[in-house]
């Protein structure tokens, strides 16, 4: 299976400044199709996950701007330019190019 | 709007089984494939299990292959897992998700103790 590396595992972050969770694979994740189905979901507290962005860098509806997603091949970067309280919560990737689905362990988000 | 709600989670004794189900609303159910996700007490995601949209073509982890069944019924708009034998080590959250994981529902908890 596919494994999936997140870090940090924690991170600390002052309100309106900016944070970056980096998650990298043991495998290329271009599909043959030649898409890269990595996602990321935001799981707040008492909260079931929700989908922020899908194949790397497509943000879903609803979702701020404040959230980027980028990279390529096996590493790929979560940004949030501007922390706000409600992003409070554990993040993780995922990668859907490769038989099982595969999660990263997450990274915990908190605010200093 | 679309929604998914898991239920029958619940406290069974390690060998025992339980059957989970997921109710779809909001979208064409029988269009979509479904996952099962599942969380233990503080840890991270694990995939569990997927079928595909008309039920014949299905896939498990391997820590549950033997153990756990996916199915649906597209007439009921429902998803269930069937889990015989289960351990302690199935102790979990279960979430239902369609398709690329979008969205989940709000979980059952399934607590696996003597």
């Known amino acids: 299976d596919v494994v999936m590396t997140q870090s940090p595992l924690s991170l600390p972050v002052t309100l309106g400044q900016p944070a970056s969770i980096s998650c990298r694979s043991n495998?290329?994740?271009?599909?043959?199709?030649?898409?890269?189905?990595l996602i990321w979901f935001q799981q707040r507290p008492g909260q079931s996950p929700r989908r922020l962005i899908y194949?790397?860098?497509n943000r879903d509806s609803g979702v701020p701007d404040r959230f980027s997603g980028s990279g390529s091949g096996t590493e790929f970067t979560l940004k949030i330019s501007r922390v706000e309280a409600e992003d409070v919560g554990v993040y993780y990737c995922m990668q859907g190019t490769h038989w099982p689905p595969t999660f990263g362990g997450g990274t915990k988000v908190e605010i200093k | 709007e679309v929604q998914l709600v898991e239920s029958g989670g619940g406290l069974v004794q390690p060998g025992g089984s339980l059957r989970l189900s997921c109710e779809a609303s909001g979208f064409t159910f029988s269009s979509d494939w479904m996952h099962w996700v599942r969380q233990a007490p503080g840890k991270g995601l694990v995939w569990v299990s997927r079928?595909?949209?008309?039920?014949?073509?299905?896939s498990y982890v391997d820590s549950v292959k033997g153990r756990f069944t996916i199915s649906r019924d597209n007439a009921k708009n429902t998803l269930y897992l069937q889990m015989n034998s289960l351990r302690d080590d199935d102790t979990a959250v279960y979430y239902c998700?369609?398709?690329?994981?979008?969205?989940w529902g709000q979980g059952t908890l399934v607590t696996v103790s003597s």
């Open positions: 079928i595909n949209s008309d039920g014949r073509s299905t």
């Open positions: 998700a369609r398709g690329w994981f979008d969205p």
């Open positions: 495998q290329s994740l271009i599909y043959s199709d030649g898409n890269t189905y």
């Open positions: 194949k790397v860098s």
